[in-house]
């Protein structure tokens, strides 16, 4: 049993990594300044802490109140589109933020880090599936801040002491199987929630271009249930309680699926076909992005147990149809 902060535990892969950690029996504090986040999302936390990251002393505090020795940093700004018009918002939060999280791990002497990235480091795929070591050249500041702080941890580790799993996310979805928590992102940006709203009649709905050089034209991705990436950060933490090194994983199912087979499979799980557009590229996003996963499978186990695409929408639609205004608690209105 581990004391853990969880930064952030009360977003959408937070809040499912921070039920994970509670299922395995260990004590969450969730640090969060619950700008996205959902007081009702962090409610398998032992204790939440109403915090920002840029908060050193209050962090710092947190840590050693509830005795922490693990850290998970999940807060963050995720949207690609938005890190390309808000690069200063990005790197403040995304590059700032996590170096005030390490300077309060630091200075609490907390050496164990799960630190989430993302598939946007590599930019323009140059061979796929991505391997960990494939070259990072992001083509947006969303992957540019991450990289920034993957980049960091090497010398953090050298200098202090501070063991780090950095898991790279391909395309998080779905929600938690037992309808306890799901995605509530305001506006929401994503694809599986928008085109379940479309479906919905809720929302109008378009795919960001159809002319990529892919088979039916739309951007590959790789799409991986938000549960899955959650057993990933437990037994990330479990490594390194145990010893183990520092490393990097990326985390897909390596399996490349399109824009338009998401929307179809929207459409078979809802059984209402998706009504939608078809609009301009979006600046930032490349037109295939899938992971290989086979180090991350080899080295800690990790298996993933909802890879298939229909399961993952319907995990998704089964949250969403029932509550047209996501939790109950909205989020806050700090951005
Ligand atoms: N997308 C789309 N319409 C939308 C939202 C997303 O066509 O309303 C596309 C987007 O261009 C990308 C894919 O769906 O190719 C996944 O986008 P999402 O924002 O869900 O995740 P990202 O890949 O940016 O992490």
Not at 25 to 54: K, L, P
Not at 89 to 116: C, I, K, P
Not at 215 to 244: F, N
């Amino acid at each position: 049993m581990a004391n853990v902060l969880v930064t952030g535990g009360a977003g959408y892969i937070g809040s499912h990594a921070v039920k994970a950690l509670h299922a395995a029996g260990h004590q969450v504090t969730v640090y969060d300044n619950f700008s996205a986040g959902h007081r009702e999302a962090a409610r398998f936390a032992h204790s939440v802490v109403d915090g920002d990251i840029h908060d050193t002393d209050r962090l710092r505090r947190a840590l050693r109140d509830h005795a922490c020795e693990s850290v998970m940093h999940f807060a963050a700004w995720l949207s690609v589109g938005e890190s390309v018009r808000d690069p200063a918002g990005y790197y403040r939060n995304n590059v700032l933020g996590a170096l005030a999280v390490l300077d309060a791990m630091v200075a609490e002497q907390v050496h164990s880090l799960v630190f989430s990235s993302t598939a946007a480091v590599f930019g323009n795929p140059v061979e796929t599936p991505i391997t960990e070591d494939h070259p990072k050249q992001p083509i947006n500041s969303y992957g540019e801040t991450k990289l920034a702080i993957e980049r960091a941890l090497p010398h953090y580790e050298r200098a202090y002491g501070v063991r780090a799993v950095v898991l790279r996310y391909f395309n998080a979805s779905g929600a938690d199987p037992d309808g306890e928590l799901g995605e509530d992102h305001s506006p929401e940006l994503h694809l599986i929630p928008r085109a379940i709203d479309a479906a919905l009649g809720r929302d109008t709905f378009q795919i960001f271009g159809e002319d990529y050089e892919t088979p039916d034209g739309t951007c590959l991705r790789d799409y991986i249930h938000v549960t899955d990436l959650a057993d990933a950060h437990i037994l990330a933490m479990d490594s390194l309680r145990s010893g183990g090194q520092s490393a990097t994983y990326n985390l897909g199912n390596g399996r490349p699926t399109s824009v338009r087979e998401i929307v179809d499979a929207v459409a078979r799980v809802t059984g209402t076909p998706v009504p939608l557009t078809v609009g301009p590229r979006r600046e930032g996003d490349p037109a295939v992005l899938f992971a290989s996963s086979d180090r991350i499978r080899r080295a800690l186990g990790w298996k993933p147990r909802y890879e298939d695409v229909d399961t993952i929408v319907r995990t998704a639609w089964a949250w969403r149809k029932d509550r047209p205004s996501g939790y109950r608690t909205p989020q806050g209105t700090a951005r």
